[in-house]
């Protein structure tokens, strides 16, 4: 089945530096990715969509200059979360989908952010 | 603006009890909704997909039922067992590849 590998698992950083978060698509080409974030005991809110190719678009409320979306490929998403504070603390997760193919939505195993 | 609600927000059964979970949604134009599992700290595992012209999917011990007129799906899970124990999340996808999901159902099945 299809396959998403998300790195790091966890990351713990000093509140001021940027963190990077890698994406892949292990067996299919994403045409689309997604940026989840989830605090504690709560669900998955999305934070922006991306395209390969193209810029991502974000959600109501989401700050573009401080998570940096890259899609440069259909196999690779990269999220950079800016000039961390303790309240970017938090559990991300991508999904990736091959939009048209009817697989549904895979999801990485997640990272957990801890800024300091 | 679509809204997902899973009932109930925790459920604890004993080993081997069957148990139903419940979801539903507000705007029933959807293109499907999925079933996941979430262990603690670790990222979904999809269970079943069930695409809008369908009513339910099965794999395994789970079925899943979708009635998109009324806005509902329940996942039906057969004989539990300790292994089960996570927290079981349904997603709705609408217009523009948007996944909305619900806080969830968090489940121990007790030995």
């Known amino acids: 089945g299809a396959v998403v590998s998300q790195h790091p698992s966890w990351v713990i950083c000093k509140s001021g530096t940027s963190v990077k978060i890698e994406c892949r698509s292990l067996?299919?080409?994403?045409?689309?990715m997604f940026w989840y974030r989830q605090f504690p005991k709560q669900s998955l809110m999305l934070m922006a969509t991306?395209?390969?190719?193209?810029?991502?678009?974000?959600e109501q409320g989401v700050e573009k200059d401080k998570f940096l979306i890259n899609h440069a490929s259909l196999t690779l998403s990269t999220l950079t979360v800016t000039s961390a504070h303790p309240e970017d603390s938090s559990f991300y997760i991508c999904?990736?989908?091959?939009?048209?193919?009817?697989?549904?939505?895979?999801f990485g195993s997640g990272t957990r952010l801890t800024v300091v | 603006k679509q809204e997902v609600t899973q009932i109930p927000a925790a459920l604890s059964v004993p080993e081997g009890e069957n148990l139903v979970l419940n979801c539903s949604f507000t705007?029933?134009?959807?293109?499907?909704l999925q079933w996941f599992r979430q262990d603690p700290g670790k990222g979904l595992t999809s269970l079943l997909l069930?695409?809008?012209?369908?009513r339910e999917q099965t794999s395994g011990r789970l079925n899943a039922s979708l009635d998109k007129s009324s806005g509902r799906s329940t996942l039906y899970i057969a004989a539990s067992q300790p292994g089960d124990s996570a927290t079981y999340l349904c997603a709705v996808e609408t217009s523009g590849s948007r996944l909305t999901f619900g806080e969830g159902t968090q489940l121990t099945v007790n030995p």
């Open positions: 705007d029933s134009a959807i293109y499907n």
């Open positions: 999904s990736a989908a091959s939009l048209g193919q009817n697989y549904g939505y895979t």
């Open positions: 067996d299919f080409q994403a045409t689309t």
């Open positions: 991306s395209n390969e190719g193209s810029k991502a678009t974000y």
């Open positions: 069930i695409q809008s012209s369908q």
